[in-house]
């Protein structure tokens, strides 16, 4: 079946903008995860949600990041007032529950001019 | 929070060596530890994982082992092939918390033909 997707596969946009990225899970997966990964550096955590809350979003860098998931499946992961050191892949994942096999999707790759 | 170290940052090994990288963490509550291979510009894919209640876990050439006294655990590859060649990312999450992993900075592991 499909694998984890996201788009836009890269994102180019410029220091104050608002950028919205999406993740569709694999169908049937009530985990999905988003992390950003640097380079040379492992994912970083930012949000998980089991259906369609966040049961933990600490690994959010500040008030400007939020991310849902309101019907369970789609989710969209949202920068306001973007800033340099924002640019970064953003990578999304799903599982069928939580410690279990997660399978990523190909990443966004920001870059905020 | 978790604290995930990992060694070497880098590893070269000529075909058909072993190959080891070992990483360490600071949560002993800690309890599933997956093991992720990232090939250059393409997602992260688990190879396999161990949970806290066995010490060893075997798939092929590769080799999982966790000591839980000593907060560390180590991915073995034997017979190395070139195609082997990739970031490898540890990661920790605890059962409290299990949606959120926390991952290790990678080992780059180049296998010499």
């Known amino acids: 079946g499909a694998g984890v997707s996201q788009t836009p596969s890269n994102k180019v946009t410029e220091k104050g903008k608002y950028v919205e990225l999406r993740c569709d899970p694999i169908?049937?997966?009530?985990?999905l995860y988003w992390y950003r990964q640097s380079l040379g550096q492992g994912p970083e955590f930012l949000i998980y949600?089991?259906?369609?809350?966040?049961?933990?979003d600490s690994g959010l860098p500040n008030d400007r990041f939020f991310a849902v998931r309101p019907e369970g499946s789609v989710s969209t992961l949202k920068i306001q007032r973007t800033e340099r050191g924002d640019s970064a892949v953003y990578l999304c994942?799903?599982?069928?529950?939580?410690?279990?096999?997660?399978?990523f999707g190909p990443g966004t790759r920001l870059l905020v001019l | 929070g978790e604290n995930v170290e990992q060694h070497p940052s880098t590893l070269s090994v000529q075909e058909g060596d072993s190959a080891v990288i070992k990483c360490t963490y600071s949560d002993s509550a800690s309890n599933y530890f997956p093991w992720y291979k990232q090939e250059l510009g393409k997602r992260p894919q688990l190879i396999i994982d161990?949970?806290?209640?066995?010490g060893e876990k075997k798939d092929q050439r590769i080799a999982v082992t966790l000591n839980k006294t000593a907060k560390h655990f180590s991915l073995h590859i034997t017979e190395t092939q070139p195609e082997d060649s990739a970031v490898y990312f540890c990661a920790a999450s605890m059962g409290a918390n299990a949606g959120k992993s926390t991952f290790g900075d990678g080992t780059t592991l180049t296998v010499k033909p």
């Open positions: 994942a799903s599982s069928r529950g939580v410690q279990e096999t997660q399978y």
């Open positions: 161990i949970r806290s209640n066995v």
């Open positions: 949600f089991q259906g369609t809350g966040a049961a933990d």
């Open positions: 169908s049937g997966h009530t985990a």
